[in-house]
Every structure is written in C-alpha cells, then in structure tokens.
C-alpha cells in the first residue's frame, strides 16, 4: 500500500506511548473497516446470481438450457462459458489496475478520500449492474465494482495499520477481514431470498450492492484522515489534533507525534527507488514473499471456491435454492472461523496456523476428490445427481476446508505482509502484493468452470497438491513473526537459516550507502 504502513511502527525501540482504546478510534476503525463489505458482498453474490434461472434465461440462455437438461450434458460442464465468467472476473481485473493508481493517490489525497471515491464507484457500478439490459452493461457495471474494491482494498488497510494503537494494531487490523466476511454472508442471504423472485430476483441481488456502498461512503464522509497521511501531506497541526483525539487523555501523543513526523520523512527519503531496490540480493526474501504469499493465497482456491460454491453445489445435484442455502451455512462458519482466529492469532503465532491449516484443507480437498471420483465413476456420462448423503458430506467438507481457511491463509494473508517488509519498501511492498493477488483471481475467475469441466472432480486434487507446496514452504522459508516489533523484524531473517544470507548483504548495503 503507497506510502503505506509507516504511522506507528517508528516507535524508537517498540515503546508504548500509553493511552487506552477510546471511542473515537473504535468508531474511526469500525468505519474504515467497512470498506470490506463491499468487497465480501461481491464475492457473495456473483456466483449466486450467475447460476439464478431468471438471470442465465436473459443473458446466457445456452447455460440455462445446459443447465436444465441433465441426460445430454456433463454436469461438471453445464456452466462453462466464458462470457459467463467474465461477468465475474472483470471485477479483479478492474481492482488490479485501481490499486496500482490508488498506491499513488493516497500519498496526494490521503486515506479518507481513497475510501470516499472506491465507495462511489462502487455504487454507481451497483446501479448500473441492476439496470443492465445486456451483458456489455453488466461488464461495466462489475468493472466500475471493480474499481472501487481496488482503491477501498488499498486504502482501508492502510487507513486501520495507521490510526489503531500499536498494541492493538492486530486486532483492530483483522476487523476489515471480518467485515469483509460478513459482506459475503449478507450477499448469501441475499442471494437465498431474491433466488425465489421469477424473473427479476438476480437484479435485487446486484442492486442490492448499493446498500455496503452507501455505509462506505457514510464513513468515510465521517471519518477524518489518518495523522500519518496528514503529516505527508504538510498538515501538521491538523494530524497533531486528530492524534490527541483518537489516543485521549494519557497518552504521550507528542512522543508519537514526533515518530510520525520522522517515519513519514525517512519513507519520502527511501520511496524513490523502491522497486529497484526490491530487485536486489539483499532484499531477496521479501521480493520472494511479495510474490508468494499472494500466489499460494490464491492457489488454495478459496477465491473461486467461494465466488462459485453455488455452481459447485449445483453440479453435485442440489437445486438451484438449495445451493444457494448451502453458500449461506459455508459462509457462516467462515465468519465464525474469521472471528475465532482474531481471538488465537497473536497467541498461536503464524506457523503453527498456517501449517495446521494448510494440513486440514489437504484432507479436506482430498476427501472432496475422492466423493466427487467415486460419483463419476458409478455414473460417467449419465448426469445424474449425487447421493443425498454424498451430496451433503460435500458440504460438510466444504465446510471445513472454509474454516480452516479462515483460521489460516485468510486472515494471514493481510497480516503477514504488513508485518515483514522494512519501511524503505513497504510501499512497493504491499502495492504489488495486493496487485499479484487481485491478477490471480482474476485468472482463477475466468478459467476455474472451463478448468471444472476438463478436470471434473480432479479439480480439488490439483488444489490439494497446490496447498501440499505452500504448507512446505511455510514450514521451510517463512520465519515466525508473533509478537515482534516492526522495529526489530529484520533480526528474525538474520537468524533463519536460508534466509540470514541475504539479511547480511542488506546490512553490508547499509553500510556501502551510509559511507
């Protein structure tokens, strides 16, 4: 995230600059995360609304046909259609291409008005996407969604990791990906009553949007901006207030005061050149994590998983009402797993939850293969629906892939990269770790029915190998970070025992420049 990352994290030393939780940082928090709803609410409800009856009839009728005749077509194959797809991958495309800008823009506006503009755009493109008459306005309202998720997934972050207390930076910095997951489960209730509405229920789900667009754009017209942000941009006695209102009476807000100022020069010192410098041997780890924790976040399969957890129920024999319950039931225990995993996170640490993880959703994934062959076999080329009770171990299975997701690469994925990368490139850092991200889903959203259709139940076996890699390099290149200092995280690469190579040649650098 531009300029991102450097509000608190220049205590000399890790100190505490006192003060407590007061009201005013817990409604500032609350507001800016909420820019998560949209991005969960989009989630939520494209891959309802893309296997609605009343929504294929008008704008994909062939998928509808596909869909409604089971003896003349491979169940694993009925939604394969790339126009079909793109209605839902445009969206990251879009986002992919606003968080680079917003990386630039948050520096000359600042947070508050990133949020303001993301919420906009998302409800211009809600209104466009309920009105749609054909599919070219349908792509152009999910690219102005799109834009939005992109400039709101920059700033939000940002704007948490920089107005929370240091010492409940992790706290208040999991509560975007909490609302970020109710977003999704209010999108599946949406989805599960509009899904009942003939003919123009798919147009209540998608105008719906309007509604987490609206709370964004509230908030961020309430919200001021962050202390950080204000002292990039010359307004130091705006921030110097706004910090003394958000700590309250007790803390040491000049001491603070003081670090902002000196962070915020040393990033404008070291900004230019970022990506150069991640480039070079002595920052060989964090260009290898920039690239990898997105890329592996991505191959769990979550992403599509989610967005199309509907059709997925759809192809293993539910009807199209039950499949959209049966998104509502995974969507709850990925709230609750998300919701457990703020309460664990800084007492279990990162490994132990990444590797636990990554080992739960294997199972999962190779128990889903296993059902989903077993099926296959009995009944190749007849299109016939699953077992009941097959059909509902599916589900079960599905859930606790979603929950140990959500006790590992879901929340993690937000934190790790903002814990790890030094202040001279967490910019770049955290810029190209969300753009990667985005990219990938875009990908994944695009090929995942034609991948379902070519690979049938092999799908979750390829994911499950997928999962197998990232769980070893975890375990082999990813030191533990609990309870570290920003300050003092480069001490934890010079002590692993493949990575202390490359801390030596920073340092060696350091030195070269300070001479």
């Known amino acids: 995230m531009a300029g991102g990352g450097f509000a608190t994290a220049a205590a000399e030393g890790g100190r505490d600059y ?50 409604k005749d089971n003896a003349k077509h491979d169940a694993y194959c009925k939604y394969d259609d790339q126009l079909l797809t793109a209605f839902t991958s445009s969206l990251y495309i879009a986002a992919m291409l606003s968080s680079l800008v917003a990386g630039r823009v948050t520096r000359t506006v600042g947070r508050q008005a990133v949020m303001l503009t993301g919420g906009v755009l998302f409800l211009v493109g809600s209104a466009i996407n309920a009105g749609a008459v054909n599919i070219a306005m349908l792509i152009i309202g999910r690219m102005l969604l799109g834009l ?25 910095t999991t509560a975007y990906n909490i609302f970020l997951v109710l977003g999704s489960l209010a999108a599946t209730v949406t ?60 803390a040491d807000t000049e001491a603070e005061f003081k670090d ?13 050149g970022a990506y ?93 293969t296993w059902i989903l062959a077993d099926h296959l076999g009995k009944n190749a080329g007849a299109g016939a629906a699953m077992p009941r009770g097959y059909a509902l171990a599916v589900l079960v299975l599905m859930c606790l892939y ?16 903002s814990e790890i990368y030094p202040v001279d490139i967490r910019s770049a850092g955290q810029a190209l770790t969300v753009s990667i991200a985005l990219a990938l ?46 300050e003092a995280m480069r001490s934890v690469w010079a002590r692993h025992w493949y990575w202390r190579r490359f801390v030596g040649d920073a340092k060696q650098e350091a030195q070269v420049n300070c001479l």
């Open 260 to 272: 902002i100022v000196r962070a915020v020069e040393e990033a404008r010192r070291n900004d230019e």
């Open 148 to 172: 939005g998720v992109g400039f709101t997934t920059q700033a939000a972050p940002l704007y948490l990791a920089e107005t929370s207390p240091a010492r409940w930076r992790g706290a208040f």
């Open 191 to 250: 989805n599960y009553f509009t899904n009942r509405i003939p003919g123009w229920g798919w147009r209540v789900s998608l105008g719906l949007a309007a509604v987490p667009a609206a709370i964004v754009v509230l908030g961020a017209l309430l919200v001021p901006d962050t202390p950080s942000s204000l002292v990039m941009r010359g307004e130091a006695d705006s921030a110097r207030a706004s910090l003394q209102r958000l700590r309250g009476p007790g």
């Open 441 to 486: 889903s875009f990908a994944q959203t695009q090929v995942f029915v034609t991948l379902l259709c070519a690979m049938k139940y092999g799908i979750f076996l390829f994911y499950a190998g997928w999962v197998l890699v990232m769980t070893a390099f975890v375990a082999a290149f990813l030191p533990e970070t609990k309870g570290v200092p920003l």
């Open 18 to 67: 006192g003060g407590g939780v007061t009201v005013p940082v817990v409604v500032t928090c609350l507001m800016a995360a909420s820019c998560g709803l949209i991005f969960g609410y989009d989630i939520g409800v494209s891959g309802g609304v893309t296997q609605m009856e009343s929504f294929l009839t008008k704008f994909f009728p062939e998928v509808s046909r596909r869909a």
């Open 276 to 368: 150069a410098r991640l480039r070079g041997r002595g920052y060989r780890h964090y260009l290898v994590m920039v690239v990898a924790i997105p890329s592996f976040f991505d191959l769990t399969g979550v992403i599509v998983m989610a967005v199309f957890s509907p059709v997925l129920f759809r192809t293993v024999g539910f009807s199209s009402q039950k499949a959209v319950l049966g998104s509502v039931i995974v969507s709850i225990v990925n709230l609750a797993s998300a919701s457990l995993n703020s309460v664990v996170i800084d007492r279990a640490g990162r490994r132990f939850l990444f590797l636990t993880g990554g080992a739960a959703m294997i199972v999962c994934q190779l128990a889903m």
């Open 402 to 417: 979603t929950f140990s997701f959500g006790m590992s690469w879901g929340p993690l994925k937000w934190v790790v990269p």
